[in-house]
């Protein structure tokens, strides 16, 4: 099974800032990495596939980064609404999920 | 729109079974699989596994197998997941999600509660 390791586990910043979320897989995803955003009580909502492709609707201020094992999440300038758990997802073969990155008003 | 829309929160006692249930709608059901996944409290998503919508032959992600059955009903746009069984620790969230190539799970269930306690 592929293990994916986010740091940090929290991130504590203020609006306007730069988030920078990372994620490392046990061995190569290739390009098969994605990003969810989740708030409380609410689903995960696809952000970024193909490790730096914005899905549907989703603001430019978040792009994403990496290859191979080492992949980033950044969100330019943090609004009010980004303050959330963050996952990253390898979809190889199988799916599994990072233990979560929570962006939180600082 | 596209969307997946779960049934209601559950209680159960240890041994009991549940069926969730996700209905799609807005777009050919028939044409994504449908995959679920369980998302404890305070933790990451934990993918289970999925439906073919063809063959309607489920496949089950390590840890998943036994205990828990995926099924369709093509005629009612509908997947259901049942679990028998269940254990303390079946107590989370589970998810349905929709698996399109290349974005991979790009529409979410609302999510359904199971508690399971005595």
């Known amino acids: 099974e592929i293990v994916l390791t986010q740091s940090p586990g929290t991130l504590s910043l203020s609006p306007g800032e730069r988030a920078t979320l990372s994620c490392r897989a046990s061995?190569?995803?290739?390009?098969?990495l994605a990003w969810y955003q989740q708030k409380p009580g609410q689903a995960p909502r696809l952000l970024i596939f193909g490790v730096s492709s914005r899905a549907t609707g989703i603001p430019d201020r978040f792009s994403g980064s990496g290859s191979g094992t080492d992949f980033t999440l950044t969100i330019s300038r943090l609004e009010p609404e980004d303050f959330a758990v963050y996952y990253c997802q390898q979809y190889t073969g199988s799916r599994t999920f990072g233990q979560g990155t929570k962006v939180e008003i600082k | 729109q596209v969307q997946l829309v779960q049934s209601g929160s559950e209680l159960k006692k240890p041994g009991a079974s549940v069926t969730v249930s996700c209905k799609a709608s807005g777009y050919t059901f028939t044409q994504y699989a449908i995959n679920w996944l369980r998302q404890a409290p305070g933790q990451g998503p934990e993918w289970m596994g999925w439906i073919n919508m063809y063959t309607e032959h489920p496949a089950y992600a390590p840890g998943f197998t036994g205990r828990f059955v995926f099924s369709l009903d093509t005629s009612v746009s509908t997947a259901y997941l049942q679990i028998n069984s269940l254990k303390a620790e079946d107590t989370a969230v589970y998810y349905c999600?929709?698996?399109?190539?290349?974005?991979?799970?790009?529409?979410w269930g609302q999510g359904t509660l199971v508690t399971v306690s005595s």
């Open positions: 999600a929709r698996h399109v190539v290349p974005t991979d799970f790009d529409q």
């Open positions: 061995q190569s995803v290739s390009t098969s």
